[in-house]
């Protein structure tokens, strides 16, 4: 019997519009672990603030990045990487692609593996980093949807992956070249950001998280999304030479009033042009896919800010996509998860 591997990113809305955004950021932001607040309050800041006014706004972002023929990005390379990884692990695989919110759905996929009868379905959230709004709800509508088909395979969780070789050197494959030909001043790694509280509800210990400057150098509590950022951050930077004093770690896209975690990637964007950076070049580790979030936040509106301010030229550094690297390192993640069982079956 095949293996069955379900590869999970976040999503996309079907097409640029108002309301096919509406209808996406109502299921995303209506998931509590996206918005970790009581029901009735997502309710109200849903339907009374960012339903009514987001979705125009968004949907014009998207317009700027959608492909004529293709759709989305983070759509068409996340189904590249698929068709990748499929050809890579061969016939004694079954390869499905799913998006926790929009289409294909979680669901599609558990019943395409279970109708091609395969023994076990390895499960991997397309997430570098762990976070309750990314790897804890894949798995948990995962669970929730497995528990509801008798009979199906047992499933193989695969975790955060930020300190993975093969995605390391996946991503500084892809770096180096573009690093080279940006002639870079400075570099930003510049990963999602998280409201403060989703990592203290993360730490552990209950102490270590924002104890002090330093805390992220330590991996104190293991699910820390921050101190994963820092250590992907620091590993990348020693596989393209880069000293400490030529980069810096930030965190992008906050919403909303609550405090999200810091450096804040607008903010860092202003004190690089300030120190005289004229040409700086951003990664975005957190994405294995490009996005909304690199191509039109960072590529785009990060760039019109950096030159407003005196910069000369930024550089969005490629995400990993279906690199050939990348498919590499997901098909040896899977086969390395079916062969020693590291995680246990659930």
Known sequence: MPHGLLLINLGTPDEPTTPAVRRYLREFLGDPRVLDMNAIGRALLLNLIILPRRPAKSAHAYQQIWDPQRGSPLKFHSEDLTAGVSAALG??????????????????????????????????????????SSTETAFARVKELHAKRAGAPPIVEIGAFYSDEGFLDAFAAVGAPALEAARADHVLFSFHGLPVRHIHKTDVTKSHCFSSTSCCETMKSPNCYRAQCYFTARELAKRLGLAPEKYTVCFQSRLGRTPWIQPYTDVVLDEVAAKGVKRLAVFCPAFVADCLETIEEIGMRAKDQFTAHGGEELTLVPSLNSSPAWVAAVAALAQRQVAHNKLPVV
């Not at 926790?100 to 996929?109: D, E, H, L, M």
Request: glycine residues 4%; positive net charge.
């Open 91 to 132: 016939d004694r695989w079954k390869v499905q692609l799913a998006f926790r919110y929009g289409q294909p759905t979680i669901a599609a996929g558990l019943d395409a593996l279970i109708e091609a009868k395969v023994d076990k379905i390895v499960v991997l959230p397309l997430f570098p980093q762990h976070a309750m």
